[in-house]
T-cell receptor, first 115, second 111 residues
């Protein structure tokens, strides 16, 4: 079946502009995660959504970052007033109810470049 | 918070040889340890995971060992093949969803 999809695959933006990154999780998956992967680094947890529960936003690096998940499906990560240090690959993952399995299925990522 | 260190950062092995990647973690409450493989241009993919009540787990050519006392765990790939070339990440978690990742190991299998 279809995996996690993300759009756009690449985004180049000027410093100071706002960007929106989209994630379409696997149908039926209740949990959704956002990570940031800087060049040569591991993945940095940003935010976690599980069903109708309040999201865990503890990984968001600043108040310029926000995310929402509409209807328990599609999620959008918004970065306001982008800075050069925001340049990275942003990865989205989804998983079924965590009471069943813990595997996170990742999308291909959005490469963000802030000039 | 959790801190996961991964070594080596790069690993080159001859096809058919074994590859070993080691990780240490800091949070003694961590109880879930997955390993992910990331190929160029793709998102990471889970290849094996282990829980803290198990010391070793094997799946065909890959195995993971866990030493909770020493707070370290390792990935072993035997009989390496060219398609094993990728970046491998270890991770640790105390609550199953908030994964703390190591910095990754780039594995190159030489034909």
């Amino acid at each position: 079946g279809a995996g996690v999809s993300q759009s756009p695959s690449n985004k180049v933006t000027e410093k100071g502009k706002d960007v929106e990154l989209r994630c379409d999780p696997i149908s039926g998956h209740t949990a959704l995660y956002w990570y940031r992967q800087s060049l040569g680094q591991g993945l940095e947890f940003l935010i976690y959504f599980q069903g109708n529960s309040a999201p865990d936003k503890s990984g968001l690096p600043s108040d310029r970052f926000s995310a929402e998940r509409t209807g328990g499906s599609v999620s959008t990560l918004t970065i306001q007033r982008t800075q050069q240090e925001d340049s990275a690959v942003y990865l989205c993952a989804s998983s079924p109810d965590r009471g069943i399995t813990y595997e996170q299925y990742f999308g291909p990522g959005t490469r963000l470049t802030v000039t | 918070g959790e801190n996961v260190e991964q070594h080596p950062s790069t690993l080159s092995v001859q096809e058919g040889d074994s590859a070993v990647i080691k990780c240490t973690y800091s949070d003694s409450a961590s109880n879930y340890f997955p390993w992910y493989k990331q190929e160029l241009g793709k998102g990471p993919q889970l290849i094996i995971d282990i829980r803290s009540n198990v010391g070793e787990k094997k799946d065909q050519r890959i195995a993971v060992t866990l030493n909770k006392t020493a707070k370290h765990f390792s990935l072993h790939i035997t009989e390496t093949q060219p398609e094993d070339s990728a970046v491998y990440f270890c991770a640790a978690s105390r609550n199953d969803y908030k994964l703390s990742f190591g910095a990754g190991t780039t594995v190159t299998v030489r034909a």
